[in-house]
């Protein structure tokens, strides 16, 4: 079975800081990979998604992530954090294109001045 | 494009009521998935629909259904409340390979 581990429960960045959060996948194959963002209240938005190819990909709101096939992750990256990426993140894996994900617990991200 | 769109918002009940969950999907997409989330267990995976059939079933008790009807719109029941049921019940409707998640309905169980 697929599992999602996300090691950081709780991050605190300064504005302006890089970020790196990270997620590492339990699957045989190379999975769909996923990460979402949760502001409080809402629903999940896709940052980026990775499915082949180039193993860095580039999502929206300035972020990127690195497939590394070798050691099972898939790491989310943001050069400069900005207050407004104040949420929870949550990775998330997909055996194909029409399978259910599976999400990790999240990490929750705090942006201070 | 108008987003996938969950009503009601937020619902109150009490333990051993039912509750039904309505969710519309982005026009066109015909894939509409439940997931429940909790702080304790996370985001969880409770079934698909596709074109009115489910097509996957996570490890729920089987108080919970869902349905789907012809327009793709999708309804999620709970039957016999639990107190465990309090949860954001978040609806995703998909196109390919990517998932597009509505804004959620929260219920509280009393």
């Known amino acids: 079975a697929q599992s999602v581990t996300q090691p950081d429960i709780h991050i605190t960045v300064s504005e302006g800081a890089s970020l790196e959060l990270r997620c590492n996948y339990s699957?045989?194959?190379?999975?769909?990979l996923f990460w979402y963002v949760q502001s409080p209240g809402q629903g999940l938005q896709l940052l980026l998604k990775y499915f082949s190819g180039d193993t860095l990909v580039q999502g929206i709101k300035g972020f990127e992530a690195e497939f590394k096939r070798s050691q099972s992750s898939f790491n989310l990256r943001k050069p400069s954090v900005h207050w407004s990426d104040a949420a929870e993140y949550f990775c998330a894996v997909a055996s194909g294109g029409n399978t259910p994900l599976v999400f990790g617990k999240g990490t929750r991200l705090s942006v201070i001045a | 494009k108008a987003g996938v769109t969950q009503t009601p918002r937020y619902l109150i009940k009490t333990r051993g009521q039912q509750v039904t969950l309505s969710c519309s999907p982005i026009s066109g997409h015909r894939s509409v998935s439940w997931y429940q989330q909790t702080p304790g267990q996370g985001l969880q995976f409770l079934f698909e629909?596709?074109?009115?059939?489910?097509?996957n079933k996570g490890n729920f008790p089987g108080r919970f259904s869902g349905r789907q009807f012809s327009n793709s719109r999708s309804e999620m029941n709970v039957s016999t409340l639990e107190l465990g049921d309090s949860a954001l019940y978040l609806c995703?409707?998909?196109?390919?390979?990517?998932?597009?998640f509505g804004p959620g309905t929260r219920l509280t169980v009393l």
């Open positions: 629909y596709f074109s009115e059939t489910q097509r």
């Open positions: 699957y045989g194959a190379t999975p769909y």
């Open positions: 995703a409707s998909r196109v390919e390979n990517e998932q597009f």
